[in-house]
């Protein structure tokens, strides 16, 4: 079983991975551990994590098309998720929709003087999505000061 490597896992059983897990263990390939009794609060985390892998793939997919429509498609199927999420849980409100295409804020300075505005300088990849963190040598972007054999050679 090339999907199903040994190791230690703490995943999401879904209906496609139980179908795998009981064809394996059918057939003696292997034997596995399901948790025996999931604490609900334990298993916020687990399962929010499992639907953010399903979104994900679902918007890289959209994003990999060749369209024109593709942010207002991403920002559709975004939006009726959280109609579904709204339906269940009222609370949320219904002010939580997207209505902008340019919906990420990059910036937020509250003016203590009204008379000169300030610009800050941005970094050159996302700080939530950088290869500084992830030991990756691919994207890797010398800036101000950094030489590139530096970037690529961190000793993390």
């Known amino acids: 079983m090339d999907e199903l490597r040994d190791g230690l896992y703490e995943k999401v059983v879904s209906q496609r991975l139980e179908k795998l897990l009981k064809q394996a263990s059918a057939g003696n390939k292997l034997w596995y551990k399901l948790c025996d009794d999931m604490d609900p609060q334990d298993a ?6 499992y639907v953010r892998h399903l979104v994900q793939i ?3 997919d959209l994003a990999d098309k060749d369209d024109n429509a593709l942010l ?3 920002l559709a199927l975004t939006n009726g998720l959280v109609d579904t999420l709204t339906k ?3 609370e949320l409100g219904t002010d939580n ?3 902008l295409p340019n919906f990420l804020l990059l910036e937020l300075q509250n003016r203590l003087n009204h008379l000169q505005e300030t610009q800050r300088l941005r970094p050159q990849t996302s700080l939530s999505h950088s290869f500084l963190f992830t030991n990756s040598q691919q994207g890797c972007i010398a800036g101000d000061g950094i030489a590139a054999r530096d970037c690529l050679q961190r000793p993390d």
């Open 44 to 49: 916020v985390q687990y399962l929010a994590d």
């Open 58 to 60: 679902c918007l890289k």
């Open 72 to 74: 207002q498609q991403e």
């Open 88 to 90: 269940h849980l009222p």
């Open 97 to 99: 929709q997207i209505d």
